[in-house]
C-alpha cells in the first residue's frame, strides 16, 4: 500500500520560492506516474504538473510554465515540485498523486486514474 506525504508549504512573499517533496512510503514509486495538483479556496482541483514513471517525460499547467519544475528521484521515492517566482495566484492546498504508470501522464489522466493521493501541504502567496 502506497503513502504519499507532502512537506514544503509555507507563506512566501510574492516572486519568491519554494519545494515541494512528495515522499512514498510502502512501496516504490518506479510504476507509477505523479502529478501535483492544487485547489484553492471555492475553487476546482487543477492539474499543476504531471511526470511520468521514468521522470523524462513532463507535462504543466499554462499557468506555472517557466516557473514551476518537477523531477523525481526513485532512489529516494521521492518526488519534487520546484516553484519560482510565486504569485498570490498559486496560493492553494497542494497535493500530490500517483496513477500506474500504463496510463498517459498527463494530468487529466492521472488525477482520473490516480490511486493514491497525499493529505496536501498549504502554500500561501502573500506580502
Known amino acids: 500500500q502506497l503513502q504519499l506525504v507532502e512537506s514544503g508549504g509555507g507563506l512566501v512573499q510574492p516572486g519568491g520560492s519554494l519545494r515541494l517533496s512528495c515522499a512514498a512510503s510502502?512501496?516504490?514509486?518506479?510504476?507509477?506516474?505523479i502529478g501535483w495538483f492544487r485547489q484553492a479556496p471555492g475553487k476546482e482541483r487543477e492539474g499543476v504538473s504531471c511526470?511520468?514513471?521514468?521522470?523524462?517525460?513532463?507535462k504543466y499547467a499554462d499557468s506555472v510554465k517557466g516557473r514551476f519544475t518537477i523531477s523525481r528521484d526513485n532512489a529516494k521515492n521521492t518526488v519534487y515540485l520546484q516553484m519560482n517566482s510565486l504569485k498570490p495566484e498559486d496560493t492553494a492546498v497542494y497535493y500530490c498523486?500517483?496513477?500506474?504508470?500504463?496510463?498517459?501522464?498527463?494530468?487529466?489522466?492521472?488525477?482520473?486514474?490516480?490511486?493514491?493521493w497525499g493529505q496536501g501541504t498549504q502554500v500561501t502567496v502573500s506580502s
Open positions: 511526470i511520468s514513471n521514468s521522470g523524462r517525460m513532463t
Open positions: 498523486a500517483a496513477a500506474p504508470q500504463i496510463y498517459s501522464y498527463e494530468c487529466s489522466v492521472v488525477e482520473r486514474f490516480a490511486n493514491y
Open positions: 510502502g512501496s516504490t514509486l518506479d510504476y507509477y506516474s
